[in-house]
């Protein structure tokens, strides 16, 4: 499975933050997620990856995100509302992985992120969708 290093649309990358529980790679309108190995996310882990994109993009703009689900790690079920209510601008939702372990926790990330969320098996898939999700919206925002 490529890691977001390994895309070519890395060159556009305009910033990283690495924090203790994986690496956010922020790029116009799109935010990508690289977990470490094991860990267990929740929404105190999330609120600072949101706040970076706060920092980065400021408070309106609409954001993709995608999973690139390199490495097997948990989310707490009971985090979702969390994550669902504080999603803000976060407008699309993508999950890449190659495994079924990759997807198992899908059918409750679909039940919060409803027609927004898809699953892909190639990062560069994933990445070409979501650009086309924020190019589409952009064209129709007043």
């Given at each position: 499975m490529k890691r977001v290093?390994?895309?070519p649309y890395f060159k556009k990358i305009r910033e990283v933050r690495e924090f203790e529980f994986g690496v956010?790679?922020?790029f116009e309108g799109l935010v990508i997620s690289e977990m470490k190995e094991g860990v267990v996310f929740e929404w105190s882990m999330a609120e600072k990856a949101v706040?970076?994109?706060k920092e980065i993009f400021g408070e309106h703009k609409p954001i993709a995100y995608?999973?690139?689900r390199i490495n097997s790690y948990t989310v707490i079920p009971t985090e979702w509302l969390k994550f669902y209510k504080n999603r803000?601008?976060?407008s699309?939702?993508?999950v890449v992985g190659s495994t079924q372990g990759s997807f198992a926790?899908?059918?409750l990330e679909k039940m919060f992120f409803k027609e927004s969320l898809r699953q892909f098996n190639d990062l560069e898939a994933a990445i070409a969708w979501s650009l086309q999700k924020i190019e589409n919206?952009?064209?129709t925002a007043p």
């Open positions: 290093k390994d895309v956010f790679y922020y706040k970076a994109a995608i999973s690139n803000h601008q976060l699309y939702y993508s926790s899908i059918v919206q952009q064209k």
